[in-house]
């Protein structure tokens, strides 16, 4: 089989291609089948479905691994619900694809509300230090710093467009974790020990007797896993790729 492995992955709310860089350097020295990276965007324009149907039709590889991260993670969950079959594996990294509770929609429509009335003009400073582990800047001050800057990048480069887009397109959205449990798919959620966006006690709870789902959580980690530890993220995909 000396066809090379496609590796699709697609971002989470305003990032790019930046967020993944780490991680192919490493896989780039720790693995040597023969793979392609694969970026795929979100588009920003469309519903939740135009978007999925959109990054669907850009999978072309069959038997692909789909990896995402964040609302990424969402959308690749939906995608997998599509392709069944046509994937090798799900990797969902820093998400539980379910339905956002009502104070994240409320607190949703207010950043909305705010940049409409007040313009944006950058991520915030605390907005990063909650997607982070609380101890990074002591634990891993210069890797801090070099994060901080991507996610700054990241944003200024995508802009305020592109972040109401990804607010709305995101609010409502239906629960896939139970429909993820009946896929024949091998699916992997890999989630910081830290990480304020995923409730980990609620999907350890309902993963129960989900037979082809796995969980790794990874250590001293918050939201921004990719970034924050990119070996997990490589070591695993290099086991795939090996397997």
Known sequence: DNVSKALYFIPGTMCNESLWLPVWQLLRQQCHQDYQLIALMIP?????????????????????????FSLGGYIASAIALKLGNKLQRLLIVSNF???????????????????????????????????????????NPSGYQKI???????????GVEVLLHQLHVSMYRPNLLPLLGQLALPVTFLVGDTDSLVELSVLRAE???????????????????PLESPQALASMLVCFLNN
Do not use: C, F
């Not at 901080?148 to 990048?153: A, E, F, R």
């Not at 082809?212 to 896993?225: P, Q, W």
């Open 207 to 225: 993963l129960q007797g989900k037979n082809n789902i796995a969980l790794k959580e990874i250590a001293k980690t918050g939201h921004m896993l």
């Open 44 to 68: 920003s324009t469309g519903s939740m479905d135009e978007i999925v149907n959109v990054l669907s039709e850009q999978i072309i590889a069959d038997k692909a691994i789909l990896v995402g």
């Open 97 to 139: 694809p379910k339905n956002l509770p009502p104070a994240e929609i409320k607190q949703r429509k207010r950043t909305i509300d705010w940049i409409n009335q007040r313009g944006y003009s950058g991520i915030p400073n605390k907005r990063i230090n909650d997607l982070l582990h609380p101890e990074i800047e002591q634990l």
């Open 148 to 158: 901080k800057n991507t996610i700054v990048t990241m944003d200024r480069i995508l």
